[in-house]
């Protein structure tokens, strides 16, 4: 390894070295680290053809832009009081044994290029037929930024503000990771499930939830409105990220908002005896009203997605503003007075139905079913509200409310 930079970060509190290295000594070390960076995509499906291109420039001898690294905390701390020096000759040489130390050890995260390490590996699976070949692409140099003294929340801001390659990471993967430690995916009781993007699995089935939506959730419970994050908020997060402190979990209020909100979901599937949306007993009892798209033909279906999540998250933040209950805990001891006053089918269909009826009406379909079930739990959860506990007659209720305002 040659070193050849060593500049102060002043944003994320760290140091950034350059660094020259073989391919080869490269690929040996982080073929074994690649999936150690908990919070990186996996391999990502090649669309097109920059890959496959750069792969073929990199066996002609092109060269790529750095690829970003990080020690691991642990790494970082062995030098911690140099970190926070002025970079003298003999800091450097300290530095730079650490960074060496880090390769052996495997002490090392990718920030930003992992796409173009998995190139590196298929060029040395392509070449491995011809020995020759593959010893001089092995032996060219390549350029790296090693990142030192990053903590958790450095190493996610230099992640996300790097990401603007040919495979940017979605914005979904972005939420996933700045609020990440505020649930813990092994304290989740009553076999709950929350899948991020990483995992590369799809929420389905009951009480399996997308973390991103969870967090549009807490998004919606923490403003008081039934609108999930955007780009423009996320950056403001970002801004506001204070690297001199180590990264603090927040409260638990993530987490009891979707424990009592997939008991909220159970509380109903009980009462329904698991409903289940059928279009020709609703063509019996009317006959006039065809649903050609169900928003979903079971209670799950229905509200384990981001429309009626965002919305509950809202209103739950809403009640407790307002003084009708202290905390979210306390919402929770309503769920055990919920009863439908007609039949469970007939209430659900009906759902079902107005839930259809803005989406052929409304120009803004999301941002309409998100209203209508906010009203939908004013109504259910709001001790003063006539429907109060009703689940017939609160999602009625909610599409008249949204229709007076609108």
């Known amino acids: 390894m040659e070193f050849s930079s060593w500049l102060h970060d002043s944003k994320v509190r760290g140091i950034n070295v350059a660094v020259d290295i073989e391919i080869g000594t490269y690929w040996d070390v982080c073929r074994d680290v690649i999936d150690e960076?908990?919070?990186?995509?996996?391999?990502?499906?090649?669309?097109?053809?920059?890959?496959?291109?750069?792969?073929?420039?990199?066996i002609e001898g092109c060269v790529m832009p750095p690829v970003i690294l990080a020690l691991k905390q642990e790494a970082s701390a062995r030098i911690s009081n140099l970190l926070r020096?002025?970079?003298?000759?003999?800091?450097?040489?300290?530095?730079?044994?650490?960074?060496?130390?880090?390769?052996?050890?495997?002490?090392?995260?990718?920030?930003?290029?992992?796409?173009?390490?998995?190139t590196i590996g298929d060029c040395i699976t392509q070449l491995s037929a011809d020995p020759g070949a593959l010893a001089e692409f092995r032996a060219r140099k390549m350029r790296l930024e090693v990142y030192l003294g990053l903590n958790k929340m450095g190493i996610l801001y230099r992640m996300?503000?790097?990401?603007?390659?040919?495979?940017?990471?979605?914005?979904?993967?972005?939420?996933?990771?700045?609020?990440?430690?505020?649930?813990?995916?092994?304290?989740?009781?009553?076999?709950?499930?929350?899948?991020r993007e990483v995992d590369n699995s799809r929420a389905r089935g009951s009480r399996k939830y997308k973390f991103a939506d969870v967090v549009d959730?807490?998004?919606?419970?923490?403003?008081?409105?039934?609108?999930?994050?955007?780009?423009?908020?996320?950056?403001?997060?970002?801004?506001?990220?204070?690297?001199?402190?180590?990264?603090?979990?927040?409260?638990?209020?993530?987490?009891?908002?979707?424990?009592?909100?997939?008991?909220?979901?159970?509380?109903?599937?009980?009462?329904?005896?698991?409903w289940v949306f059928d279009p020709i007993r609703l063509a019996t009892q009317m006959p006039d009203r065809v649903v050609e798209r169900p928003f979903g033909r079971n209670v799950a279906a229905i509200?384990?997605?981001?429309?009626?999540?965002?919305?509950?998250?809202?209103?739950?933040?809403?009640l407790i503003r307002q003084g009708q209950f202290a905390t979210i805990a306390d919402i929770g001891a309503v769920l055990p007075q919920l009863q439908f006053s007609r039949e469970p089918d007939s209430s659900l269909d009906t759902l079902v139905l107005l839930l259809d009826e803005i989406a052929r009406k409304a120009s803004k379909i999301g941002t309409a079913q998100r209203e209508v079930f906010q009203y939908s739990f004013r109504a259910l959860l709001n001790q003063d509200s006539d429907d109060f506990a009703d689940l017939s007659a609160?999602?009625?209720?909610?599409q008249e409310k949204f229709e007076s305002l609108n």
């Open 85 to 118: 020096q002025p970079i003298a000759d003999g800091n450097k040489l300290a530095i730079e044994a650490a960074i060496a130390r880090a390769f052996a050890d495997r002490e090392l995260l990718i920030l930003d290029g992992l796409q173009r390490t998995f």
């Open 37 to 58: 960076n908990e919070f990186q995509r996996r391999r990502v499906s090649v669309k097109g053809k920059p890959y496959q291109l750069l792969q073929r420039d990199l």
């Open 303 to 318: 509200f384990e997605r981001v429309q009626p999540m965002s919305a509950f998250g809202a209103e739950c933040k809403r």
């Open 160 to 195: 996300l503000t790097l990401n603007t390659g040919q495979t940017p990471m979605s914005f979904r993967h972005q939420i996933e990771m700045l609020y990440g430690d505020y649930l813990d995916h092994q304290t989740l009781p009553n076999g709950i499930t929350v899948v």
């Open 217 to 274: 959730m807490f998004y919606a419970f923490s403003t008081g409105k039934p609108e999930s994050m955007d780009k423009q908020t996320l950056v403001g997060k970002l801004a506001e990220l204070d690297f001199l402190d180590e990264f603090k979990t927040g409260d638990d209020d993530l987490q009891a908002l979707l424990v009592l909100f997939d008991a909220f979901i159970r509380r109903v599937e009980a009462l329904s005896g698991d």
């Open 394 to 398: 609160c999602w009625v209720s909610g």
